[in-house]
Every structure is written in structure tokens, then in C-alpha cells.
T-cell receptor, first 113, second 115 residues
């Protein structure tokens, strides 16, 4: 079955620690996205990548970093510079055109210890 | 820039009642419109989409949405809801912006279906 796999499902971060969230897709999609979801805020775009070895900042990129070394993988690092990292993080992928929908993983919930 | 407004953050209804979840958008370019559904602790699933053609689009589980260009709306409706429809619903708009295609989401509407 094709889809998007996010891991881990739950993650805890200590103060001053960087953590990396994994996102893998086997849909052969060119574009991948990271969103942050907070209650009542909808989804906000952190970073996106339209092709391997290239990515752009979204609306709330500060305190986050990404890489896109392989087409199927788009890991997100939450750095210690992100002062309020507690949220639900969603990864998505798409063919990359505006008319095609995005497919989502089941998310990673990050909490601060 | 594009934006999406979902007018109700929470909508409680009784089972078998009709429901309408409202969505308005603004955009300076032609848009594509989507409704997604999210069940607790899960990702978003596509419910239906409007790309072109008939302004009324339907999903396989009885939801429908109508694209109204003059009112810049894309409201979601279901004539009779079930307990299992309890979820959060997101309206989204996409279009070509500054050399890239992005999806802009509304803040969501929590639908609660009570017995």
C-alpha cells in the first residue's frame, strides 16, 4: 500500500535538545511538506520541497530545519531555537501541482519534558 | 495572497440532522478548493475537491460542497449526519503563487454529532 509514514508517533524533547521527526513516502511524489498544527490554529506551513536537494521556508520556519537528500524522505529537525515546540506535526506529499491534493501522514506529537 | 475563513469553529448537531460547514476564501488568482477531514490523533484525509466544471462536488460518504464564485464560498453540506461523522473539517485553497503551488488551510471546524 502506498502512503506516508511518520515516526515516531509521540516524541518528548528536553530543554536545549534538537529532535528529528521522520517522514517517508512511497507514492513517488516530487513535493513534500511539513505543517505544524496547534488547537484552533489550523495547519501552518513550516517547510516544503518541490524537488530533491531543494527546499523553501514556509510561514513559520524559524527554529526548524529540513533536508531532502532522497525523493522519498523529508526529515524535520526541531532545534533548541524553537521556544514553543509542543504541537502536532504533519508531513504531506503531492505530485506538486496546485490542482492535485496533498496526502498526509498520521502525524507526530511533540511534547516538552 | 490567498486566505481561507471557516466561519464556525465548532458545530454541534444531533444524529440524522442536516449540517452545513461554511468556508469562504479570497484569492487574486484562479483557485482549486478542497475539504479535508481529520479524526482524533490522525492525519488529514481528502474528502472532496473542486477543480473545474460542475460547481457541485460530492464525496462517497454523502457530503457535498458547492463552489460559488460570486460569493467566494465553498460550503460543505450533508443532509443527514451520523455519529461517525464527528471529526474536524478543514477547508483549503491552492493556486499558483510566486512560482510555487501552496495549500492554504482554514482554522478548522469541529463537528460533533450527538445521539
Amino acid at each position: 500500500d502506498g502512503g506516508i509514514t511518520q515516526s515516531p508517533k509521540y516524541l518528548f524533547r528536553k530543554e536545549g535538545q534538537n529532535v528529528t521527526l521522520s517522514c517517508e513516502q512511497n507514492l513517488n511524489h516530487d513535493a513534500m511538506y511539513w505543517y505544524r498544527q496547534d488547537p484552533g490554529q489550523g495547519l501552518r506551513l513550516i517547510y516544503y520541497s518541490q524537488i530533491v536537494n531543494d527546499f523553501q521556508k514556509g510561514d513559520i520556519a524559524e527554529g526548524y530545519s529540513v533536508s531532502r537528500e532522497k525523493k522519498e524522505s523529508f526529515p524535520l529537525t526541531v532545534t533548541s531555537a524553537q521556544k514553543n515546540p509542543t504541537a502536532f506535526y504533519l508531513c504531506a506529499s503531492s505530485i506538486g501541482t496546485a490542482s492535485q491534493p496533498q496526502h498526509f501522514g498520521d502525524g507526530t506529537r511533540l511534547s516538552i519534558l | 495572497a490567498q486566505s481561507v475563513t471557516q466561519l464556525d469553529s465548532q458545530v454541534p448537531v444531533f444524529e440524522e440532522a442536516p449540517v452545513e460547514l461554511r468556508c469562504n476564501y479570497s484569492s487574486s488568482v484562479s483557485v482549486y478548493l478542497f475539504w479535508y477531514v481529520q479524526y482524533p490523533n490522525q492525519g488529514l484525509q481528502l474528502l472532496l475537491k473542486y477543480l473545474s466544471g460542475s460547481t457541485l462536488v460530492e464525496s462517497i460518504n454523502g457530503f457535498e460542497a458547492e463552489f460559488n464564485k460570486s460569493q467566494t464560498s465553498f460550503h460543505l453540506r450533508k443532509p443527514s449526519v451520523h455519529i461517525s461523522d464527528t471529526a474536524e473539517y478543514f477547508c483549503a485553497v491552492s493556486g499558483h503563487q510566486g512560482g510555487s503551488e501552496k495549500l492554504v488551510f482554514g482554522k478548522g471546524t469541529k463537528l460533533t454529532v450527538n445521539p
